[in-house]
């Protein structure tokens, strides 16, 4: 807990962004996670500003006892792999205090691919309008998240962009799959 100095400190009120790279994606800042500079925090109030080298941003100043909206910038994130892992928090400053406010980062890519249907005697048809779904499975609960989705163009082709790194599996929306009546594998790691 960190409090402001000075005659006036008991009407200041500040808060303190950091953001961290989160490598397991559990939204809490663990041993060996890396604070990020040069991260920029947007407050209506203030205005964006960005983080320091060793990873925070005091936005001083704030309203006492009025909710502030700290929002990272992810247009100017300085990875274009990175995407933030929180939208943004709402902070109730107090008089004297520096409130602190976290943000995950997690690494993301980009998967391309082709939906084909293959007939018997070889033929391959591509699939268009196909709903295609990353999932991840959640580490503390074991249900599948869908993550990601897109469907296909005309020739079967989709694009999925910011998938979160890791154990991803790719399928066909399962309503879909329903209705189209397929059976066999639909799914592909």
């Not at 005659?7 to 890396?34: C, H, I, M, T, W």
């Not at 902070?91 to 082709?114: C, K, M, N, Y």
Request: hydrophobic share 35%.
């Amino acid at each position: 807990k960190t409090t402001l100095s000075g005659s006036s400190g008991r009407y200041n009120s500040a808060v303190r962004a950091s953001a961290f790279l989160d490598k397991n994606q559990n939204g809490q800042r663990d041993s060996g996670e890396p604070l990020l500079p040069d991260v920029r925090f947007f407050d209506f109030d203030r205005g964006s500003r960005a983080t320091d080298q060793k990873g925070s941003v005091l936005l001083p100043n704030a309203r006492t006892y009025s909710w502030s909206d700290i929002i990272m910038d992810q247009g100017r994130l300085p990875d274009p792999s990175w995407r933030a892992g929180s939208t943004g928090v709402s902070v109730l400053p107090r008089p004297g205090v520096v409130s602190e406010v976290s943000f995950p980062i997690i690494v993301t890519a980009d998967i391309e691919g082709t939906v084909q249907l293959q007939r018997a005697g070889n033929d391959v048809l591509p699939l268009g309008n196909i709903g295609i779904q990353a999932v991840k499975k959640e580490p503390s609960t074991g249900q599948l998240k869908v993550v990601a989705t897109a469907s296909t163009a005309f020739d079967g082709f989709y694009s999925l962009s910011g998938v979160p790194t890791g154990d991803i599996v790719l399928r066909i929306n399962p309503d879909q799959l329903k209705r189209l009546l397929l059976n066999g594998e639909t799914e592909k790691a």
